[in-house]
């Protein structure tokens, strides 16, 4: 019995779908355990480009079954589109596809919401993908949500819409001035959306269990980072749902004594969408490099990601808070033609240097980084197959940022395809 965690390590973006995607070479389940169509996993085979925003990237791998879990919020027209775009191209889905009956769905009130509420922040925006995540995590834990299993059940899902409608319309109207929504008109569409998903809609929390017991390799798929986790992110710029390892247990019904690695990824530098504190945040000319070089734009909405140099405190704090490991570092290429690449080891703050993150947002906002220049190594590393092959600078490079986060190298990637990773070790 093996199960693994992967997770993100930074503000999201740091290539776990391609780690996914290799990973799941010796995985006979992929699990995703929480988020919704906010985050955007894309792998690349061969000349193929797959972008997947609900379903586990081990959808690619033909023998793998996936399962999408209690600790997701789904959207069904978008997970339904997903389907379709890889049947399309010759992706089989069905009887690989499972989906908790307890995870939550997402409804037009959600989204209209989520605008909305961005849009009457101002300056004080968070800088959400206007997805309906949030509103849709809200109703979960006010215990209002409607589940796959209301979904798949027509008059169960008409007297929930009925009534949820009911109480969204009277902030619509003496909040927002908006028109009311049409209660009918969405349980009629949703129903449809049942009747086409009810096959794939089951006790997931079994299914995981019960390939523990027979000896099933499981490997749990979390998206966005840890620094967008709603606890210990940069709050209140982070997402609504538990992104740090912590959130696979809740997210699937596995329960934690059965999790045996738990592997962060790292971008060689760091990202971040939308608004929110960025101690190591480059410049627009040096973050303009980076950007175009590494295609620093999001799957989901197409937002141009902010760069910076990479943060071995805010690696650390991950390391601690996920019990990483190993590490899946990405885009070790970017950095190629770079004279010199800095790395943040720590904070000045009032004076004083921290080397411990601060998840206050009030004191991250005034952190200065206290940086380690790093000599480039000029060479071109996306054709390397192996550790050794990289160039020594790039290949201490690595090592550094390991040893400073507190945890050891065990993938790099330097490419986007399925081909341009190896194992360091």
Excluded at 19 to 26: Q, Y
Excluded at 104 to 129: A, M, N, R
């Amino acid at each position: 019995m093996s199960v693994t965690v992967l997770v993100g390590t930074q503000w999201g973006d740091e290539g776990k779908g391609k780690i996914i995607d290799v990973l799941t070479e010796n995985a006979d389940i992929v699990a995703r355990y929480q988020g919704g169509n906010n985050a955007g996993h894309t792998v690349e085979i061969g000349d193929d480009k797959h972008i997947l925003h609900l379903i586990p990237s081990g959808i690619l791998r033909d023998r793998v079954i996936c399962v999408i879990g209690n600790g997701v919020v789904i959207d069904p027209a978008v997970l339904l589109d997903e389907i379709k775009n890889l049947e399309k191209n010759n992706i089989k889905v069905k009887n690989r596809l499972f989906i908790s009956e307890t995870a939550h769905v997402i409804l037009p009130y959600h989204k209209l919401l989520d605008k909305l509420e961005e849009g009457s922040k101002g300056s004080k925006k968070i800088g959400t993908t206007g997805r309906g995540i949030g509103p849709c995590y809200v109703d979960k834990y006010a215990r209002k949500g409607i589940r796959m299993a209301d979904l798949v059940c027509p008059d169960i899902l008409k007297n929930k819409v009925k009534n949820r409608v009911s109480e969204i319309n009277e902030v619509l109207v003496a909040k927002y001035s908006e028109h009311k929504l049409d209660a009918a008109a969405i349980a009629a569409e949703y129903t449809k959306y049942g009747e086409m998903l009810k096959d794939m809609v089951k006790p997931v929390h079994i299914i995981l269990n019960k390939a523990i017991s027979e000896g099933k390799r499981i490997l749990c798929e979390g998206a966005q980072g840890t620094l967008l986790d709603v606890d210990h992110g940069t709050y209140p710029y982070v997402t609504s749902s538990s992104a740090t390892a912590g959130g696979a247990c809740t997210g699937t019904g596995i329960g934690p004594s059965n999790i045996k690695n738990i592997v962060g990824v790292m971008k060689a530098y760091i990202t971040r969408v939308g608004e929110g504190p960025f101690p190591t945040e480059l410049d627009k000319h040096m973050g303009e490099v980076i950007r175009k070089k590494g295609g620093e734009f999001g799957a989901t909405t197409g937002r141009p990601r902010r760069c910076g140099w990479f943060d071995a405190v805010i690696g650390k704090y991950a390391v601690m808070l996920n019990s990483i490991d190993k590490i899946a570092f990405t885009k070790l290429d970017v950095l190629d033609d770079l004279d010199e690449i800095r790395i943040c080891t720590a904070y000045k703050y009032n004076g004083k240097t921290i080397k411990e993150f601060p998840p206050v947002l009030e004191v991250l906002e005034k952190c200065e980084p206290v940086y380690e220049t790093f000599r480039g190594w000029k060479t071109e590393t996306s054709g390397c197959a192996k550790f050794g092959e990289l160039p020594e600078q790039a290949r201490k490079y690595v090592k550094k940022l390991a040893e400073l986060v507190g945890s050891r190298a065990w993938i790099v990637s330097v490419g986007p395809k399925r081909s341009q990773t190896f194992y360091a070790e």
